[in-house]
């Protein structure tokens, strides 16, 4: 799930400590390195699901070659993610993981772990994000109550959904946590992992010069 890149409409937290301009760079280099670390995964459909629907020149621009572009439909976070399983699932797919693109460093084994998880007896699995929301959820089935009276955006997310999901009677699984950058702090994380694992990105290069920047600034 991604969202296009327009400034003053993505990453809107993290533009009030950097600016709307690098914010915009930033979320956009974010999408490319998602595709990039997904695309080393053998096995799999990539599937760009954007918002706004109306700029699908923009969507096609962003997803790699051979990446399959839906829109994003719905009011919330949650209609937004059961309208794309419950689509996916229709046209025959049966195991589908969605991730955003607020993780860009996430490991790819987490995902695969996830689809190796669906092979088997469970149904439902979830990636907790150290905010308190998701970020990955995955099904081998379509359970549209798990999206129903969540309270979005807030740190019950998570908390919530495993409910639903215990209620529903699903065999779930938990991917270890990981999380989503959304302020000056979940950057700086963020920074210093990728120069640890891949300096090279065009994320971790962009945030070299960010933070020079502060720093000549301050």
């Avoid at 997904?38 to 699908?56: E, F, G, K, M, V």
């Avoid at 969605?98 to 469970?122: H, M, N, Q, R, V």
């Amino acid at each position: 799930m991604l969202k296009i890149p327009v400034v003053g409409q993505v990453k809107t937290r993290l533009a009030t400590q950097i600016g709307k301009e690098d914010a915009t760079k930033l979320y956009r280099c974010f999408i490319h390195d998602t595709f990039s670390r997904i695309s080393l995964l053998s096995n799999i459909d990539i599937i760009a699901a954007y918002t706004p629907q109306h700029l699908i020149s923009r969507a096609k621009r962003l997803a790699p070659s051979g990446a399959i572009i839906i829109p994003q439909k719905g009011r919330d976070l949650g209609e937004r993610l059961q309208n794309i399983f419950s689509h996916l699932f229709s046209i025959g797919y049966k195991k589908i993981a969605i991730i955003g693109a607020d993780s860009p460093d996430l490991p790819i084994e987490y995902i695969e772990k996830s689809f190796l998880l669906l092979e088997g007896k469970t149904e439902f699995v979830l990636g907790p994000a150290e905010d308190g929301g998701y970020y990955l959820i995955a099904m081998s089935r379509d359970h549209r109550e798990i999206f129903k009276d969540i309270p979005w955006s807030t740190d019950a997310v998570f908390k919530e959904t495993v409910e639903k999901a215990k209620k529903a009677g699903l065999k779930s699984a938990i991917l270890p946590k990981w999380y989503d950058v959304d302020e000056i702090n979940t950057l700086k994380k963020l920074r210093n992992n990728l120069m640890s694992i891949s300096p090279a990105t065009k994320t971790g290069k962009l945030l070299e010069k960010i933070f020079k920047d502060i720093h000549t600034n301050t």
